[in-house]
Each structure stands twice: as C-alpha cells, then as structure tokens.
C-alpha cells in the first residue's frame, strides 16, 4: 500500500498465513474508501463492480486479470478488519497534538 508503511506492522498481525487466503487488510481499507467515495451501498456490489471497473482494480493495485473478490469472503475478511484496533492508530510521538486553526488561518 503506498504511503501506508507505518501500517504494515498491524497489517501483519491480522493476515492470517494459515487456512483459506484472506483478503489483504490494505485492500481492503482501500475498498472501503472506493465504497463511500463512489456511494456503493454493499460488498456484494462492489465486489460485482470490481469485475469490471478498471479504476478500482488500479486503485487496489490488481492485475486487469485478477478474479474480483468473492463477496461472502470480501464481507467477512471486512468484518475482521473493523474489529480490530485500525480505527485507533495514534499519532507520532515527534508529531504533537493537533491543533484547531482560527478562523483566520493564521496561528
């Protein structure tokens, strides 16, 4: 995933290497961007869409020949992801906190 290596680490712990191939957790983020950026109500959508809309397969860095993912596996594999602790990645440490700007742009 470009620009998301600060996130591999816990990308390694939630891809499973045992059992049926899951759906790498970066594609799957990305999927979930493509669906509320392009308003896509459901996995089973998307997952028909991805058969044959070459941006998204762009955007998820798959060959124009790859199987789109099979929707039961794709809405599972999701499931999984939104479980886990994502939505809680902190921040830096050299970063410091964030800050509101006034209204005027200036700090």
Not at 39 to 54: G, T, V, W
Not at 64 to 72: G, R
Request: hydrophobic share 40%.
């Amino acid at each position: 995933m470009r620009g998301g290596s600060e996130l591999s680490p816990l990308f390694e712990q939630i891809y499973s290497r045992i059992g049926r191939p899951s759906i790498p957790p970066e594609h799957l983020l990305k999927a979930q961007l493509l669906m509320a950026l392009f308003s896509i109500p459901s996995a089973r959508r998307f997952c028909d869409q991805l058969q044959y809309n070459m941006l998204f397969k762009w955007f998820l860095d798959l060959n124009v020949d790859d199987q789109p993912f099979h929707a039961s596996t794709f809405s599972k594999n999701q499931e999984r992801l939104l479980t886990q602790d994502v939505a809680s990645i902190r921040r830096p440490a050299g970063l410091g906190p964030l800050r509101m700007m006034p209204k005027g742009g200036k700090s």
